[in-house]
Protein backbone atom coordinates (compact mmCIF):
# COMPACT_ATOMS: atom_id res chain seq x y z
CA UNK A 1 0.00 0.00 0.00
CA UNK A 2 1.50 3.26 -0.96
CA UNK A 3 1.73 5.95 1.81
CA UNK A 4 0.78 9.66 1.05
CA UNK A 5 3.40 12.09 0.58
CA UNK A 6 4.91 13.81 4.14
CA UNK A 7 2.96 17.42 2.82
CA UNK A 8 -0.36 15.94 2.21
CA UNK A 9 -0.27 14.22 5.81
CA UNK A 10 0.19 17.41 7.72
CA UNK A 11 -2.31 19.38 5.77
CA UNK A 12 -5.01 16.49 6.45
CA UNK A 13 -3.68 17.10 10.30
CA UNK A 14 -3.81 20.57 9.84
CA UNK A 15 -7.84 20.32 8.32
CA UNK A 16 -9.01 18.30 11.28
CA UNK A 17 -7.67 21.35 13.72
CA UNK A 18 -9.70 24.46 14.41
CA UNK A 19 -8.10 27.79 14.57
CA UNK A 20 -8.31 29.83 17.82
CA UNK A 21 -10.66 31.96 15.45
CA UNK A 22 -12.75 29.51 14.21
CA UNK A 23 -13.35 28.58 17.67
CA UNK A 24 -14.20 32.03 18.63
CA UNK A 25 -16.64 32.21 15.92
CA UNK A 26 -18.31 29.55 17.05
CA UNK A 27 -18.78 30.18 20.57
CA UNK A 28 -20.37 33.66 19.51
CA UNK A 29 -22.62 32.16 17.08
CA UNK A 30 -23.64 30.11 20.11
CA UNK A 31 -23.71 32.79 22.40
CA UNK A 32 -26.12 35.04 20.22
CA UNK A 33 -27.95 31.94 19.08
CA UNK A 34 -28.77 31.85 23.15
CA UNK A 35 -29.08 35.21 23.85
CA UNK A 36 -32.10 35.04 20.78
CA UNK A 37 -33.71 32.01 22.78
CA UNK A 38 -33.77 32.30 26.01
CA UNK A 39 -36.55 34.67 25.60
CA UNK A 40 -38.64 32.43 23.48
CA UNK A 41 -38.04 29.56 26.20
CA UNK A 42 -38.90 31.91 29.05
CA UNK A 43 -41.94 32.71 28.05
CA UNK A 44 -43.17 29.34 26.78
CA UNK A 45 -42.41 27.91 30.27
CA UNK A 46 -44.41 31.23 31.99
CA UNK A 47 -47.37 29.80 29.15
CA UNK A 48 -46.80 26.51 30.76
CA UNK A 49 -46.93 27.69 34.08
CA UNK A 50 -50.39 29.13 33.74
CA UNK A 51 -52.04 26.77 32.05
CA UNK A 52 -51.17 24.27 34.80
CA UNK A 53 -52.36 26.93 36.99
CA UNK A 54 -55.67 27.29 34.50
CA UNK A 55 -56.16 23.39 34.87
CA UNK A 56 -55.85 23.85 38.70
CA UNK A 57 -58.74 25.90 38.82
CA UNK A 58 -60.57 23.82 36.04
CA UNK A 59 -60.36 20.34 38.87
CA UNK A 60 -61.88 23.26 41.06
CA UNK A 61 -64.80 23.95 39.14
CA UNK A 62 -65.44 20.30 39.25
CA UNK A 63 -65.03 19.84 42.38
CA UNK A 64 -67.56 23.11 42.91
CA UNK A 65 -70.48 21.33 40.73
CA UNK A 66 -69.99 17.92 43.01
CA UNK A 67 -69.96 20.36 45.98
CA UNK A 68 -73.15 22.20 44.61
CA UNK A 69 -74.85 18.58 43.75
CA UNK A 70 -74.06 17.41 47.54
CA UNK A 71 -75.37 20.41 49.01
CA UNK A 72 -77.90 21.94 47.38
CA UNK A 73 -76.60 24.37 45.69
CA UNK A 74 -74.77 26.02 48.77
CA UNK A 75 -71.19 27.14 48.45
CA UNK A 76 -68.79 26.13 51.20
CA UNK A 77 -67.64 27.71 54.53
CA UNK A 78 -64.62 30.27 54.66
CA UNK A 79 -63.93 29.01 58.07
CA UNK A 80 -64.93 26.80 60.99
CA UNK A 81 -64.17 27.79 64.16
CA UNK A 82 -63.64 24.40 66.99
CA UNK A 83 -63.16 22.01 63.87
CA UNK A 84 -62.99 19.42 63.57
CA UNK A 85 -61.71 20.00 67.93
CA UNK A 86 -61.92 22.59 70.08
CA UNK A 87 -59.39 25.62 69.82
CA UNK A 88 -58.44 24.50 65.65
CA UNK A 89 -59.78 26.31 63.26
CA UNK A 90 -60.45 24.74 59.33
CA UNK A 91 -60.69 26.72 56.37
CA UNK A 92 -61.64 25.36 53.11
CA UNK A 93 -58.38 24.43 52.42
CA UNK A 94 -58.15 22.00 55.59
CA UNK A 95 -56.85 22.64 59.01
CA UNK A 96 -54.96 25.20 60.55
CA UNK A 97 -52.15 22.90 62.49
CA UNK A 98 -48.99 21.51 61.69
CA UNK A 99 -49.13 19.35 59.58
CA UNK A 100 -52.09 20.47 58.05
CA UNK A 101 -55.36 18.35 57.90
CA UNK A 102 -57.19 18.41 54.12
CA UNK A 103 -59.63 15.54 55.03
CA UNK A 104 -61.37 18.29 57.95
CA UNK A 105 -62.33 20.58 55.03
CA UNK A 106 -65.57 19.51 53.16
CA UNK A 107 -64.37 21.01 49.95
CA UNK A 108 -61.17 19.79 49.60
CA UNK A 109 -62.66 16.06 49.38
CA UNK A 110 -63.68 16.58 46.27
CA UNK A 111 -60.32 18.00 44.66
CA UNK A 112 -58.69 15.01 42.53
CA UNK A 113 -55.54 16.08 43.36
CA UNK A 114 -56.31 16.90 47.19
CA UNK A 115 -54.19 19.94 48.31
CA UNK A 116 -52.05 19.89 45.14
CA UNK A 117 -54.77 21.48 43.08
CA UNK A 118 -54.95 24.65 45.45
CA UNK A 119 -50.80 25.52 44.71
CA UNK A 120 -50.34 27.81 41.70
CA UNK A 121 -46.86 26.96 39.74
CA UNK A 122 -45.82 30.54 39.04
CA UNK A 123 -46.07 31.14 42.89
CA UNK A 124 -43.84 28.11 44.06
CA UNK A 125 -43.22 27.57 47.61
CA UNK A 126 -40.51 29.24 49.04
CA UNK A 127 -41.01 32.44 47.50
CA UNK A 128 -43.77 33.64 50.10
CA UNK A 129 -44.53 33.56 53.86
CA UNK A 130 -47.69 31.09 54.83
CA UNK A 131 -50.54 32.57 56.19
CA UNK A 132 -51.90 30.95 59.02
CA UNK A 133 -51.14 30.77 63.00
CA UNK A 134 -49.41 27.09 62.51
CA UNK A 135 -49.19 26.53 58.77
CA UNK A 136 -45.38 25.72 57.84
CA UNK A 137 -46.04 24.13 55.00
CA UNK A 138 -48.25 24.60 51.52
CA UNK A 139 -51.85 25.16 51.81
CA UNK A 140 -53.34 27.45 48.89
CA UNK A 141 -52.14 30.31 46.60
CA UNK A 142 -56.24 30.45 45.36
CA UNK A 143 -58.11 33.28 47.31
CA UNK A 144 -61.71 32.40 48.25
CA UNK A 145 -64.49 35.15 47.42
CA UNK A 146 -65.48 34.62 51.38
CA UNK A 147 -66.76 38.12 51.36
CA UNK A 148 -69.75 37.31 49.05
CA UNK A 149 -69.97 33.41 49.32
CA UNK A 150 -70.20 33.17 53.07
CA UNK A 151 -71.42 36.29 54.30
CA UNK A 152 -70.65 35.88 58.43
CA UNK A 153 -67.09 34.10 57.55
CA UNK A 154 -68.26 31.31 59.53
CA UNK A 155 -70.31 29.04 57.41
CA UNK A 156 -73.68 29.96 58.59
CA UNK A 157 -75.10 32.10 55.98
CA UNK A 158 -73.70 31.36 52.45
CA UNK A 159 -74.54 31.92 49.05
CA UNK A 160 -76.56 29.55 46.69
CA UNK A 161 -75.92 29.41 43.08
CA UNK A 162 -79.40 29.86 41.93
CA UNK A 163 -78.97 33.41 44.22
CA UNK A 164 -76.18 34.80 41.98
CA UNK A 165 -77.21 37.19 39.10
CA UNK A 166 -74.66 36.86 36.50
CA UNK A 167 -72.69 33.89 38.05
CA UNK A 168 -70.39 34.09 34.06
CA UNK A 169 -69.03 37.20 36.11
CA UNK A 170 -68.37 36.55 39.79
CA UNK A 171 -64.86 35.18 41.38
CA UNK A 172 -65.31 32.45 43.71
CA UNK A 173 -61.32 31.80 43.08
CA UNK A 174 -58.46 33.22 41.80
CA UNK A 175 -54.55 34.00 42.21
CA UNK A 176 -54.65 36.23 45.28
CA UNK A 177 -51.11 37.21 47.33
CA UNK A 178 -51.13 39.60 50.33
CA UNK A 179 -48.08 41.78 50.87
CA UNK A 180 -47.21 43.40 53.93
CA UNK A 181 -44.38 45.74 55.85
CA UNK A 182 -43.92 44.60 59.48
CA UNK A 183 -40.89 47.04 60.39
CA UNK A 184 -40.49 48.19 57.08
CA UNK A 185 -39.65 44.84 55.43
CA UNK A 186 -41.47 43.92 52.78
CA UNK A 187 -43.16 40.04 52.49
CA UNK A 188 -45.08 38.18 50.50
CA UNK A 189 -47.77 36.01 51.83
CA UNK A 190 -50.33 34.01 50.35
CA UNK A 191 -53.90 34.98 50.41
CA UNK A 192 -56.80 32.62 51.34
CA UNK A 193 -59.15 35.12 51.48
CA UNK A 194 -60.05 37.22 48.26
CA UNK A 195 -60.25 41.09 49.46
CA UNK A 196 -63.22 43.03 47.66
CA UNK A 197 -62.94 46.18 46.32
CA UNK A 198 -64.93 48.24 48.99
CA UNK A 199 -66.84 46.99 51.71
CA UNK A 200 -64.23 45.16 54.34
CA UNK A 201 -62.05 46.66 56.69
CA UNK A 202 -58.82 45.10 55.29
CA UNK A 203 -59.06 47.26 52.16
CA UNK A 204 -55.86 46.49 50.53
CA UNK A 205 -55.80 44.58 46.96
CA UNK A 206 -55.07 40.59 47.22
CA UNK A 207 -55.91 40.05 43.32
CA UNK A 208 -52.26 38.52 42.12
CA UNK A 209 -51.56 39.47 38.59
CA UNK A 210 -48.73 36.76 38.48
CA UNK A 211 -49.26 35.30 35.03
CA UNK A 212 -47.78 38.18 32.87
CA UNK A 213 -49.98 41.15 34.01
CA UNK A 214 -52.89 38.66 34.74
CA UNK A 215 -54.76 36.84 37.10
CA UNK A 216 -56.30 33.45 36.97
CA UNK A 217 -59.77 33.41 38.43
CA UNK A 218 -62.61 30.70 38.03
CA UNK A 219 -66.08 31.70 37.95
CA UNK A 220 -69.23 30.59 40.02
CA UNK A 221 -70.57 29.13 36.43
CA UNK A 222 -67.65 26.87 36.22
CA UNK A 223 -65.50 28.72 33.48
CA UNK A 224 -61.97 29.48 33.81
CA UNK A 225 -60.64 32.68 32.31
CA UNK A 226 -57.74 35.39 32.50
CA UNK A 227 -58.15 39.00 33.81
CA UNK A 228 -56.17 42.28 34.17
CA UNK A 229 -56.23 44.65 36.85
CA UNK A 230 -58.67 46.83 34.61
CA UNK A 231 -59.20 50.42 35.92
CA UNK A 232 -56.38 49.70 39.00
CA UNK A 233 -52.68 50.35 38.91
CA UNK A 234 -51.08 47.33 40.00
CA UNK A 235 -47.91 47.29 42.55
CA UNK A 236 -45.27 46.44 40.14
CA UNK A 237 -42.99 45.09 42.87
CA UNK A 238 -46.10 42.62 43.93
CA UNK A 239 -48.22 42.90 40.78
CA UNK A 240 -51.31 43.10 43.22
CA UNK A 241 -54.71 44.80 42.41
CA UNK A 242 -58.10 44.54 41.32
CA UNK A 243 -60.50 43.65 38.33
CA UNK A 244 -62.00 46.88 38.16
CA UNK A 245 -63.33 49.91 40.05
CA UNK A 246 -65.95 48.46 42.38
CA UNK A 247 -67.31 44.91 43.60
CA UNK A 248 -69.84 44.70 40.90
CA UNK A 249 -69.57 42.13 38.98
CA UNK A 250 -66.52 40.15 39.94
CA UNK A 251 -66.23 40.47 43.82
CA UNK A 252 -70.21 40.77 44.56
CA UNK A 253 -73.18 41.45 42.49
Not at 191 to 199: A, D, F, L
Not at 216 to 232: I, R, T
Request: net charge negative; with cysteine; glycine share 8%.
Amino acid sequence: MRLPPLCLVNLMQKRNAFTLIELLVVISLISAMTTIALPSLMTARELARSTQCQNNLKCQALAMSMYHFDYNGSFWPYKRGNWPRAGVATYFWGSDTNPVDPSASGYVAYLPNNLESLWCPEMPWGSYIPQGMNVVEPTTTYGYNAFYLDVKLNGKILKQIAMIPRPDELFVLADTALSWSPGGVVILQNSTYMEPVTGNWVQQPTNHFRHHGLTNAMCADGHVQSYGPSGWTIDNEQNLGFVGTSNDPHYAQ
